[in-house]
């Protein structure tokens, strides 16, 4: 198949869960099909990653986001989507729609429709990929946002975005929408009466299962710490839950590990030694390597937490919300552990901790089951073989 590929962002290097989604997909989808990807970047900088997307796409055309939008473009739709809409961008996407009679055209997130023309949507051949449900994403955001204007213009642009995509459901053409979450496609469905949706969920890399260690003191959390959400959940961890742990197991430490954080967050290492906050890493793996419990202590945030299936295809055994494990079809006391109160959590944690062991069942079980279930490889294959079942 040959596909038009367009995204709200470059998803190179994939350093935050909606990056490590596009960039897994391109990947394996590029395999045994023609990508041609057109996306939108935040700066002249991320013009360098061109080079690794050619690696899987057959042409890759950058667009500079246009953060200075004049106000009557604001007329039109939420600053979220506006700046992204790009004439040029538009233009390419026409021409080689014509030019290389593609198959598909797959949209990364509602806000990027704009970019799409009349023609392609009488196509037929439009997929929408949404991720999360965006503008209910926007409010649940503006929950975790302490700064009252801040919090009132998310709850302003979560309002807008709605009527942009409810307009945009009643009016445009879609083939098919894909989620990445049960939960949000049942909800899309019963709120805008569109039943031609697909589950692509989210995948993993699996790595090799480690035996348990004779000692363990290091809890990890990972995460774009510049998410409102992540840094709402790391701090909470270290304020409510870590000290309670420490107490019992003082040679703990707790990992925030995640690209951007807060002045906030840095300044928990500066008061307690035991909490290590590593900003931006190379790579994420060797901390997997040296942790000995994943915690997901997430209250906001939309759509499945990539998080969870990295963490789990690591082998590792976890601790989560239930908002963390939302929009999934995983256990509490199966594949993972859950907790609510900051008492309960970090009683598990200690537990776990000090007889890793007792917990074999738990972590074997989740791991296994990303393995049979969600690799990359498996749910990009689902995706491609139903795409080829839509041209029959």
């Not at 198949?1 to 962002?9: A, L, P, Q």
């Not at 604001?74 to 538009?90: D, E, H, T, Y």
């Not at 996407?93 to 030019?99: P, T």
């Not at 690799?375 to 990009?380: D, G, I, M, P």
């Amino acid at each position: 198949m040959k596909v038009i590929w367009i995204s709200s962002e470059c998803p190179y290097p994939a350093n935050t869960g909606g990056r490590i989604v596009v960039m897994k997909r391109l990947e394996y989808f590029s395999q045994s099909n023609e990508i041609y990807f057109f996306c939108v970047v935040d700066n002249d900088d991320e013009y360098k990653y061109r080079t690794d997307l050619l690696k899987y796409c057959k042409e890759v055309h950058f667009y500079k986001r246009n953060k200075g939008i004049a106000l009557f473009k604001l007329i039109k739709g939420p600053f979220v989507c506006v700046s992204r809409w790009i004439a040029s961008m538009k233009k390419d996407i026409d021409v080689c729609f014509e030019r290389e009679k593609i198959d598909w055209v797959i949209v990364e997130f509602p806000q990027m429709l704009g970019n799409i023309s009349r023609e392609i949507l009488n196509s037929n051949k439009l997929i929408l990929s949404q991720h999360n449900i965006e503008y209910a994403t926007l409010n649940n955001l503006a929950k975790s946002i302490t700064n009252p204007l801040k919090r009132a213009i998310y709850n302003v642009e979560a309002k807008r975005l709605y009527h942009f995509e409810a307009r945009c459901y009643r009016e445009m053409t879609i083939k098919l929408f894909t989620f990445v979450s049960i939960k949000d496609k049942a909800f899309f469905e019963r709120k805008f009466s569109k039943f031609n949706t697909l589950l692509v969920p989210v995948g993993t890399e699996i790595h090799k299962y480690k035996e348990n260690k004779d000692s363990c003191s290091i809890i990890s959390y990972f995460g774009k710490m510049s998410y409102p959400p992540n840094a709402e959940a790391a701090i909470w961890f270290s304020k409510q839950v870590f000290p309670l742990v420490q107490k019992e197991i003082p040679e703990s430490k707790f990992y925030i590990i995640g690209k951007d954080p807060s002045k906030e967050l840095v300044n928990l290492s500066e008061n307690n030694p035991n909490i290590v906050v590593t900003g931006t890493v190379d790579s994420i793996d060797g901390y997997y390597e040296h942790t000995d419990l994943v915690v997901i202590p997430l209250t906001h945030g939309g759509g499945v937490k990539v998080k969870v299936l990295e963490a789990l295809g690591h082998g590792k055994l976890v601790v989560s919300t239930i908002k963390g494990i939302e929009g999934t079809t995983f256990r509490n006391g199966e594949e993972l552990l859950t907790s609510e109160s900051a008492e309960e959590f970090a009683c598990i944690c200690i537990n776990i901790l000090q007889n890793l062991s007792y917990y074999e069942r738990v972590r074997r079980c989740g791991y296994e089951n990303v393995q049979k279930n969600f690799t990359w490889k498996a749910v990009v294959e689902k995706f491609e073989l139903e795409l080829n079942k839509l041209k029959l």
